[in-house]
């Protein structure tokens, strides 16, 4: 769209309609013209100026939502709503304001405008009228005031004191509208039905983590200011766009707008640079890209899957980057040094410094053993491992603006702003080849694969192709600076970049004139230009703050080798990150068991708690069944009574509906034949009528045409009589003209009155017959409707015993189920019958065997006893054991006292001896800078040497060497004994805080095995409890069952007393029972059972006195064995 209507450069504001057929575009100074463009015919409709005074900038403009031809503008001091007709642009009254400086508005509705201004005034226009302001202030206050006056001025005491921030972006949506308000907050306002019309919902804000490479210092100032904002068409997510350059998003949904007054924006896809890109490099072995900006950061990007892999902020602007081929060290230039980082994997650390200051030029070279920077104007030379300088490449005279190795490394071309481009040798250090041109100022060079051919562009226009120090060609770029050049490792692809942000492919080889396909991109000049390793990428950068990726696509498919290219998955992790992160695992894992050992405890009482719970649940489901089954026999019993009942009604009503359905039936059979024969009487009676009434309006017709026809004649004669009269008396005519005119008028209303009364009269009549003939079949139809109602009510009364019929089945089925259901629980009360008796049955069996089993009881009663006293004396020998423990106890602590407090003899040597490496680094490190000052003082001198013939210059020379190092010597050493106390100082802190750690480090590892003591004491305890409360509860249990079997029984004393003198004698003779019930198998089982009781009575009483030893958690001990024995 071009038209010569504008005299300015560019366009401040463009808006499509809401249809999409036309489109509104503002232009910029000097003359502030806005067109209306049909768009799709490419030509403007109407333009006006929206600003008369040239310093008064306008920032927006947008449809009306529902008008195509209505849109507003607004400005500093301007705020105009327009209306397009018949070509022209009109501007529409508006109710007159304060000028205000108004920086963007939205349309709520198709007559309500919010307009906000620089001061955080927001001001509301309903129909070209201002109806209200809001006020936005600090984040946490938003006051609304009402318009008083004419002229629309709020209510300043309201807003004293409050912090007001410009209005940058309002956006409308279906409940409302949001206001971004500087800070990187914006407002939500939602419809209220109060008089504020509008009231803030809630806030959502740029989290200060969001980008990590913008400090909280920024986050206050402007760059984080919300200048652009747009809502999906299903108003489910809003994406804004910061003043720097940051794209943020948030879903609407109830899930990411919580009830709160704050929300968080998120990161629409990643940080991106929002300064000029002035370095660029691309990696080997991994796809990674890096780039640096004057917006202090530097960034390493993966272009496989377009993303952001690191970001690292300076304090400094960064000029270039380098990244080692390997991918795991980068090389950044800024004002002061050049920086040597690791790429770890989740951050960039320094590692070596180079004091090259504002290096505009680094590249690794394709092996990454060596690295080339750029000095001024010359080109250092450096081993990547060892940090040696191997060379030194001089010969420009102006700053070098470009260098590049050749694939073998065994070369370096640089250009420069001298106009020269040379060549250099690696391994000596001079040139091999050069091209001086002082009229054109270099900018960038590259080297074909072979190493022969060099392309280099600058100022000039020019694209030049190098060989033998003689340039080949000099292919124009047609009037245009290209900045940048960039050749293919297959050496069939050569693209170059222009000052207007274009990039152009090549034809090549190259051909006088060029041919070249041209892709326009960036939007201002390109400043670096790189070609991925394997050929299937090309990257720009720019002044514009952009970083584009291109596909190559080779028409002839080759130089592509991504198929030959597998990328390293190695990463750098810091020592100090790897131990942190073992430590957090570590204790992540203690913490896990402690859990678990928890949640079984927890589990253990869950599961002792629901037993209980179940049996009481199942004893109360058994009382409720019994109490159920007494309710369904009652219930049975009422529902056999109410079937009966049920039964009766049901006869004497379906007798009561027969009869009355008979009745109903001849009395409707008699009234419907009445009625019918009326219908036959009045249906002939008016065929009699309406063939009277047709015959009689045919007589009155005849009558009337013939009426009509004879006044017709008659009227007719008379005309030719006085069209004759009128012949014959030509010039009376003109005399008497009027009196005719009259007469004949007034003859023919007269005459048309009577032939309107005539048929007004027969118009009537046949109206008034038509009437009684629509009454008479008015009352057909209603005899029609009740001998249809008649019928309807016989149809509904048949559908009525119809139902009745239905339900009457439905009431057989039910009953027919509730006998199945009773025969099921008497069957059911038959089986649980014959259960009891079977468990009956069983309970019998068990009280025989219980009687044996007392008789074995008092057996084993009697050597329980004997074992008791045998047991007695090793209690003592226990006790004494005890003793020596606790002795040795003690003793072992003492020793831990002694083993802890060499540990921290050890530690505290070993920090000593870390010191002492650390000073002797540090004196190292003099000595290595004490070796370059004599260096540097070597090279000086042998400068110097070069003026032996001219005295003056020579004494010049020695008189700078003396200033140089002799006046700075002083100084050093002052500084140097700074330093020292420094450094003294800080080893001595860095000594107390190691310190400090490791009694931090010690005091945590004990509290960690005291904290485990504790727990497992806890386990302890709570299991030998259990097992304690499990053998009481058996123990009672069998007292019991004893005691119940003992009543059963009822046997007589002297009985008793005369099995007990048996069994003793039998057991003093031998300890065998033979008694006449008791057989040899049963009694080896006993033996087995009563072994097996010693041996658990000992490890009880080993448990316990092991328990007995060492307090319980909760403060308290075990009872002693002599309490439980007793208890038994």
């Known amino acids: 769209l071009t038209t010569t209507e504008v005299q300015s450069q560019q366009y401040v504001s463009l808006a499509f309609s809401p249809d999409s057929k036309y489109l509104i575009s503002q232009g910029a100074r000097p003359d502030w013209t806005l067109l209306y463009w049909a768009w799709e015919k490419s030509k403007p409709m109407a333009s006006i100026r929206t600003s008369t005074n040239v310093s008064n900038e306008v920032y927006q403009v947008s449809f009306n939502p529902n008008d195509n031809a209505q849109f507003c503008v607004v400005g500093n001091g301007v705020f105009k709503t327009y209306k397009y007709n018949e070509g022209t642009l009109k501007a529409n009254p508006i109710q007159k304001i304060e000028p205000q400086n108004f920086l963007c508005h939205s349309w709520l509705s198709e007559d309500r405008i919010i307009v906000g201004t620089d001061s955080g005034r927001m001001l509301l226009f309903e129909g070209q009228e201002h109806k209200k302001d809001f006020f936005v202030s600090t984040p946490s206050e938003n006051v609304a005031v009402e318009r008083s006056g004419t002229t629309g001025q709020s209510d300043a005491s309201e807003t004293a004191g409050k912090v007001q921030t410009a209005v940058l972006c309002l956006t409308k949506y279906s409940k409302g509208f949001l206001c971004s308000a500087g800070n990187g907050v914006v407002y939500m306002y939602e419809k209220t039905d109060e008089r504020e019309l509008y009231k803030k919902a809630r806030e959502i804000r740029i989290p200060v983590s969001a980008d990590t490479a913008q400090s909280t210092a920024n986050l206050k100032g402007a760059l984080h200011e919300i200048m652009h904002m747009t809502i999906s068409p299903s108003e489910e997510t809003i994406i804004a766009g910061s003043r720097n350059s940051q794209l943020y998003t948030i879903g609407l949904t109830g899930a990411e707008i919580s009830k709160g007054e704050h929300s968080l924006f998120e990161m629409l896809s990643q940080p991106f640079h929002y300064d000029q890109i002035t370095g660029l490099d691309v990696c080997i072995r991994k796809p990674l890209i890096a780039t640096c900006s004057l917006d202090r950061t530097v960034r390493i990007w993966n272009y496989e899957n377009n993303s952001l892999d690191l970001t690292k902020e300076f304090q400094e602007e960064a000029f270039s980057v380098a990244l080692h081929p390997s991918g795991l060290y980068v090389l950044v230039g800024f004002s002061d040094k050049l920086r040597l980082m690791n790429i770890l994997i989740d951050d960039i650390q320094p590692f070596k410094e180079f004091t090259i200051r504002g290096c505009r030029e680094c590249q690794f070279s394709n092996g990454g053993h060596l690295f080339a920077a750029v000095h001024g104007n010359v080109i250092q030379l450096y081993a990547t491992y060892t940090f040696e300088n191997v060379g030194n490449l001089k010969g420009h005279n102006g700053k070098v603006r470009s260098i590049v190795w050749s694939q073998d490394d065994s070369k370096i071309i640089s250009c420069g702003v001298d106009g020269a481009v040379y060549e250099w040798s690696v391994y000596t250090s001079k040139r091999d080849g050069e091209s001086v041109l002082k009229t054109c100022s270099y900018t960038c060079a590259a080297v074909s694969p072979e190493g022969n051919t060099t392309f280099a562009v600058g100022s000039d226009k020019t694209l030049k192709e190098i060989s033998d120090s003689q340039i080949q060609r000099e292919v124009p770029a047609a009037d245009t600076v290209l900045t940048q050049v960039a050749i293919s490792r297959s050496g069939r692809m050569l693209f170059v970049g222009t000052a207007q942000g274009s990039i152009r492919a090549m034809k090549f080889p190259l051909t006088v004139p060029g041919e070249w396909t041209e892709h326009q991109c960036h939007a201002s000049a390109i400043t670096k230009m790189r070609i991925s390793y394997d050929d299937g990428f090309l990257f720009t950068v720019g002044e ?585």
């Open 544 to 1128: 514009d703050a952009c970083l584009y990726t291109f596909k190559i696509m080779d028409k002839e498919g080759r130089g592509l080798k991504a198929k030959d290219i597998t990328y390293a998955e190695e990463i750098l992790i810091s020592k100090s990150d790897l131990q942190e992160k073992d430590t957090a695992m570590k204790e992540l894992k203690t913490r896990v068991y402690e859990l678990n050992m928890e949640n079984e405890y927890q589990l253990r009482l869950k599961d002792m708690n629901h037993h209980e719970k179940t049996k009481e649940l199942t004893e109360k489901f058994i009382q409720e069944m019994e109490s159920l089954k007494t309710k369904n026999q009652v219930l049975k019993t009422d529902k056999d009574k109410e079937e009966a009942k049920h039964e009766e009604e049901r006869q004497e009503l379906i007798e009561k509906q027969h009869q009355e359905l008979q009745d109903l039936e001849s009395a409707n059979n008699q009234k419907l034949m009445a009625e019918y024969e009326k219908y036959q009487e009045l249906q002939a009676k008016s065929q009699r009528m309406q063939e009277e009434y047709e015959r009689q309006l045919t007589a009155k017709s005849d009558s009337h045409k013939q009426a009509l026809r004879e006044q017709t004649e008659q009227y007719e004669t008379k005309l030719h009589e006085k069209i004759g009269q009128l012949e014959a008396a030509h010039d009376e005519m003109r005399q008497t003209m009027r009196i005719h005119e009259e007469t004949k008028k007034q003859i023919e209303e007269d005459a048309d009155r009577e032939i309107l009364d005539i048929k007004n009269m027969y118009e009537r009549r046949l109206r008034e017959e038509k009437e009684g003939n629509m009454r008479l079949t008015g009352e057909t139809g209603i005899m029609k409707k009740k001998f249809k109602s008649q019928e309807q009510e016989i149809e509904a009364l048949k559908s009525d015993i119809n139902n009745l019929n239905t339900e009457k089945n439905k009431l057989n089925g039910v009953i027919k189920s509730l006998e199945k259901d009773i025969l099921g629980l008497k069957k059911e009360i038959q089986e649980r019958d014959e259960t009891i008796q079977d468990k009956e049955k069983r309970i019998y069996d068990l009280k025989k065997k219980n009687q044996e089993l007392e008789k074995f009881k008092f057996v084993l009663d009697y050597k329980i006893r004997e074992l008791k006293k045998q047991i007695e004396p090793r209690e003592f020998d226990i006790k004494a054991m005890k003793d020596q423990i606790q002795e040795m106890d003690t003793e072992l602590e003492r020793y831990n006292k002694n083993n802890t407090a060499l540990d921290l003899k050890i530690e505290e040597s070993k920090q000593k001896l870390k010191a002492n490496k650390e000073e002797m680094a540090v004196q190292r490190q003099k000595v290595h800078d004490m070796e370059a000052e004599l260096k540097r003082f070597r090279t000086d001198v042998s400068n110097c040497v070069q003026y032996i013939q001219d005295p003056q210059k020579l004494k010049a020379s020695i008189v700078a060497l003396n200033k140089k190092y002799v006046q700075s010597e002083q100084s050093v050493e002052s500084a140097g004994m700074d330093v020292d106390i420094q450094k003294e100082y800080a080893r001595q802190r860095d000594h107390l805080e190691r310190s400090v750690a490791s009694f931090r480090k010690k005091l945590t590892k004990d509290q960690q095995i005291h904290r485990a003591d504790s727990v497992r004491i806890m386990q302890e305890n709570v299991s030998l409890i259990k097992e304690i409360n499990d053998l009481r509860r058996e123990l009672k249990i069998a007292r019991t069952q004893i005691s119940s079997l003992k009543y059963a029984l009822n046997l007589d004393q002297n009985k008793k007393v005369h099995d007990l003198e048996a069994n003793s004698n039998v057991l003093k003779k031998g300890g065998q029972l033979q008694a006449p019930i008791i057989s040899i198998e049963e009694l080896d089982q006993t033996k087995k059972i009563v072994d097996i009781q010693k041996s658990e009575i000992k490890r009880l009483r080993d448990e316990l006195r092991h328990s007995l030893s060492r307090p319980l958690s909760n403060g308290n001990k075990l009872p002693p064995m002599e309490g439980i024995a007793a208890a038994q």
